[in-house]
């Protein structure tokens, strides 16, 4: 889990440059509070394939300075990280501090409320790195604990807690995933051959990096032209993760005529009994190909506006629609159009760009087909994190006013 381990390197060392800035309060944390918060943290990680649609999360059950249990949320249904905690530590968490990535929960879902399995364990202190997002949470958890006479306090390494969570805290605040947008292109800014051909732009190591983001995503975004062009199957492979599959993101194709073929690999019987399948049109599209593509199991959403005819799938309302259905992060992987469209709209959280050492020449497609004509047009980018991947280049990027449109 290489990217699990990048993760944690990351939170470390933003950790420790967070402990170098002057502070001008005297923290109520010890440094080894910050240890075994760190440790929750890095345990939170071990659900990052997994846990979705519900948070990563982590917890330590620490008793006269040493950890007598660990726990993290596996998957949705499944025991909840404190619950986990408290059976690893046995008797011993009577009288333990629980050290936890996010507040504890306090209602009652597909499983029990973790404030209620707190207290029968006689847990005396409960330190949280963050208030839980979830309206039905959101502060109540530590405030129950509080007023059961529990020692609750919240906020330690809060920003590096939210890193892991940062889909499901945007699904929650704004009813939207978090998106990112991959694009594997040439030094000069190029995505693919004017004929179409793309395959392969970056080396192994990058297509492996591709499959991590792929096993972290909810959901896979992708527009009909890679369809017809590439016939690819965006999934995720135990071979080149690295580690077993134990979840297919979802496929989402945008495709507002329903051109997609039915001879595509992405709308094969084999690929629909591994993931949920969605394409994405308008109700202009020939009601004999939604037919056809629903009965093969595929589920077809149609887009319209008030009445109106859409020409193409609107694209906020496709996001909405992916939170609605409990998707925390999506991933876009499509061509210059519909990548541009989503950039250009505003609708985009994070670019990652695989950018290898080749030049593909002016005839080549660009990155993101965006019609700009005055510089006042073009977007800003903040690089957030660059990478050596093999012999390829990531970039990470921040699209400055990302959220213009999120709300
Ligand atoms: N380098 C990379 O990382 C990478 C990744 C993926 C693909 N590619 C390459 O990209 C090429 C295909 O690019 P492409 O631009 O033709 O395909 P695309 O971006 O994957 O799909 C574009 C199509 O999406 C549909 N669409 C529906 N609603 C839309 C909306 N609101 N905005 C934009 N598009 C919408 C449109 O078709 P309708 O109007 O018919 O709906 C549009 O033509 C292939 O050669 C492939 O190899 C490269």
Same mark, same amino acid.
């Given at each position: 889990?290489?990217?699990?381990?990048?993760?944690? &390197?990351?939170?470390?060392? #933003?950790?420790?440059?967070?402990?170098?800035?002057?502070?001008?309060?005297?923290?109520?944390? @010890?440094i080894a509070d910050s240890q075994f918060m760190a440790e929750?943290? $890095?345990?939170?990680?071990?659900?990052?394939?997994?846990?979705?649609?519900?948070?990563?999360?982590?917890?330590?059950?620490? !008793?006269?300075?040493?950890?007598?249990?660990?726990?993290?949320?596996?998957?949705?249904?499944?025991?909840?990280?404190?619950?986990?905690?408290? =059976?690893?530590?046995?008797?011993? =968490?009577k009288g333990a501090t629980a050290y936890i990535s996010l507040?504890?929960?306090?209602?009652?879902?597909?499983?029990?409320?973790?404030?209620?399995?707190?207290?029968?364990?006689?847990?005396?202190?409960?330190?949280?790195?963050? /208030?839980?997002?979830?309206?039905?949470?959101?502060?109540?958890?530590?405030?129950?604990?509080?007023?059961?006479?529990?020692?609750?306090?919240?906020?330690?390494?809060?920003?590096?807690?939210?890193?892991?969570?940062?889909?499901?805290?945007?699904?929650?605040?704004?009813?939207?995933?978090?998106?990112?947008?991959?694009? =594997?292109? &040439?030094?000069?800014?190029?995505? =693919?051959? #004017?004929?179409?051909?793309?395959?392969?732009?970056?080396?192994?190591?990058?297509?492996?990096?591709?499959?991590?983001?792929?096993? @972290?995503?909810?959901?896979?975004?992708?527009?009909?032209?890679?369809?017809?062009?590439?016939?690819?199957?965006?999934?995720?492979?135990?071979?080149?993760?690295?580690?077993?599959?134990?979840? $297919?993101? #979802?496929?989402?194709?945008?495709?507002? $005529?329903?051109?997609?073929?039915?001879?595509?690999?992405?709308?094969?019987?084999?690929?629909?009994?591994?993931?949920?399948?969605?394409?994405?049109?308008?109700?202009?599209?020939?009601?004999?190909?939604?037919?056809?593509?629903?009965?093969?199991?595929? !589920?077809?959403?149609?887009? &319209?506006?008030?009445?109106?005819?859409? @020409?193409?799938?609107?694209?906020?309302?496709?996001?909405?629609?992916?939170?609605?259905?409990?998707?925390?992060?999506?991933?876009?992987?499509?061509?210059?159009?519909? #990548?541009?469209?989503?950039?250009?709209?505003?609708?985009?959280? /994070?670019?990652?760009?695989?950018?290898?050492?080749?030049?593909?020449?002016?005839?080549?497609?660009?990155?993101?087909?965006?019609?700009?004509?005055?510089?006042?047009?073009?977007?800003?980018?903040?690089?957030?994190?660059?990478?050596?991947?093999?012999?390829?280049?990531?970039?990470?990027?921040?699209?400055?006013?990302?959220?213009?449109?999120?709300?």
């Open positions: 889990m290489n990217f699990v381990k990048r993760l944690i &390197s990351y939170l470390r060392k #933003a950790d420790q440059k967070k402990v170098r800035k002057p502070v001008s309060i005297k923290s109520i944390y @010890s929750a943290i $890095q345990l939170a990680g071990r659900g990052l394939y997994t846990a979705t649609p519900n948070p990563c999360v982590g917890c330590v059950l620490v !008793k006269n300075e040493k950890i007598v249990g660990r726990g993290w949320h596996v998957r949705a249904g499944d025991a909840h990280a404190e619950v986990n905690a408290i =059976a690893d530590a046995g008797d011993e =968490a507040e504890p929960c306090s209602f009652t879902g597909k499983t029990g409320a973790c404030t209620n399995a707190l207290q029968t364990a006689g847990i005396v202190r409960v330190v949280s790195a963050m /208030e839980d997002p979830n309206p039905k949470v959101s502060g109540q958890g530590n405030a129950l604990l509080r007023a059961a006479g529990l020692d609750v306090s919240n906020g330690l390494m809060a920003e590096q807690a939210a890193v892991l969570n940062r889909g499901f805290i945007k699904r929650m605040q704004k009813q939207l995933p978090f998106v990112s947008c991959k694009m =594997a292109m &040439s030094l000069d800014g190029r995505s =693919a051959m #004017a004929s179409g051909e793309s395959q392969w732009i970056t080396a192994p190591p990058a297509r492996q990096q591709v499959q991590q983001l792929r096993a @972290s995503s909810c959901a896979i975004v992708t527009g009909v032209g890679t369809v017809i062009h590439d016939d690819p199957s965006l999934n995720v492979r135990e071979q080149n993760l690295g580690a077993p599959v134990e979840r $297919q993101p #979802a496929l989402v194709i945008v495709d507002s $005529q329903l051109k997609t073929p039915l001879s595509a690999k992405v709308v094969s019987a084999e690929m629909l009994a591994t993931r949920d399948v969605y394409i994405a049109c308008v109700n202009t599209a020939p009601a004999d190909r939604v037919q056809s593509l629903e009965a093969r199991g595929v !589920k077809v959403i149609t887009f &319209s506006e008030d009445g109106e005819d859409l @020409s193409a799938v609107n694209l906020h309302a496709l996001l909405s629609y992916l939170a609605s259905h409990e998707m925390n992060h999506v991933m876009i992987e499509a061509g210059p159009t519909l #990548a541009g469209q989503f950039v250009q709209q505003h609708l985009v959280d /994070e670019l990652k760009l695989f950018v290898a050492p080749k030049l593909m020449g002016g005839n080549a497609m660009p990155a993101f087909s965006m019609p700009f004509e005055n510089m006042s047009e073009v977007m800003d980018l903040t690089i957030t994190d660059t990478m050596a991947v093999g012999p390829d280049w990531l970039l990470t990027c921040h699209i400055n006013n990302s959220d213009k449109n999120s709300d």
